[in-house]
C-alpha cells in the first residue's frame, strides 16, 4: 500500500510539474487566462493540472497530411536560405575577382 501511495505521489508531482511549465512556456492558453490557469494548477492538486491538459492546453497545429494549408516554412537559418546562399556566393565571388584584378595590376606593374 505504502509503494502505491508513493507511486501516485510521484505521479501527482510529475503532472504538477509538467503542466505547470506547460503553462508558463506556450504563447497562449485557452479557456481562462494564464494566471486563472497557475492558480489551478497551484491550488487544486489533482484536478488542477489534468484539467489545464484537457482544457487549457493550446490546440497542436495540423499534420502534414491534413487538408489545412499554411503559408511555407521559412528556413530557421542562413545556412539553410538558398536565396541567402546564392546572394553571399556572388559577392564574395565579386570580391575576389576585384581582389585577383588588383593583385594582377600591382604585380604587373612591379615587372615594369
Known sequence: M????IFLAAAQ???FVLALISC???ERV???PRFAWVLLILFI???GPAAYFVWGRPVSPPLEGSLVRRAPRRPSSPDDDPEFLRTVDS???RRDRELLA???QDFGDDDK
Open 24 to 26: 508558463l512556456s506556450v
Open 30 to 32: 485557452r479557456t481562462l
Open 13 to 15: 508531482l510529475a503532472l
Open 2 to 5: 505504502v509503494r502505491l501511495f
Open 45 to 47: 492538486p489533482l484536478a
Open 102 to 104: 588588383q593583385w594582377e
Open 91 to 93: 559577392e564574395q565571388s
